[in-house]
């Protein structure tokens, strides 16, 4: 086994970045949220930059869950406020308008090593006013993950071109759903 390789034994900390700018999608955001806290992995935490005046976690809830309430900036400037304050060994990108699946991050895990990002494709889109399901074979969706220590420039440079070695994976069974902008 490399030293970059995953070792089954151990299941490092996953720490899913959210970035929630858009308050007519509270419904949505906290349905995320709530995916991310029933993934199939043990060990996780969710940095959540809220540039809305909507609380999205309740206070009173012990929940491995950070909001950081500050004035919206840009989204790859909040992106990188949110990795800054993450604690996990991998990071996730987690969309506040998608559901997620209880294996996606188990899935993520799968596949990394500390070299690389990998970035899920075939990703299903749902618009609720024709009410039917579409797959994104793009980038316009990006769901990827990568070792944290990995240095990153999140706002002058596209994140997929910072590495030499990405990981593409179809989006087995589905594991995620983004929905068309109208869901709030």
Known sequence: M????????EKPVVTGLMVFDRPQQVVAARSAIEC?????????????FNATQHALVPWWKRLNVREIRL???????M???CAENAN?????????????HPDYLPSHMQHRDK?????????QA??????????????????WSFYRHFPVDFVNKQLIDQFEHVAL??????????????IV
């Open 2 to 9: 490399t030293e970059n390789a995953p070792s089954w034994t």
């Open 36 to 48: 991310f806290l029933n993934q199939n992995w043990p060990f996780k935490e969710l940095v959540i």
């Open 71 to 77: 004035k919206p900036r840009k989204p790859n400037e």
């Open 79 to 81: 992106l990188a406020l």
């Open 88 to 100: 996990g060994e991998w990071l996730v990108n987690w969309l506040p308008d998608c559901w997620y």
């Open 115 to 123: 070299r690389r990002i990998v970035v899920f494709r075939h990703k």
């Open 126 to 143: 749902y618009a609720l006013k024709d009410k039917k399901t579409v797959v994104i074979s793009n980038d316009s969706v990006l769901c």
């Open 169 to 182: 994976v179809d989006n087995p069974a589905n594991l995620i759903v983004k929905f068309a902008s109208e």
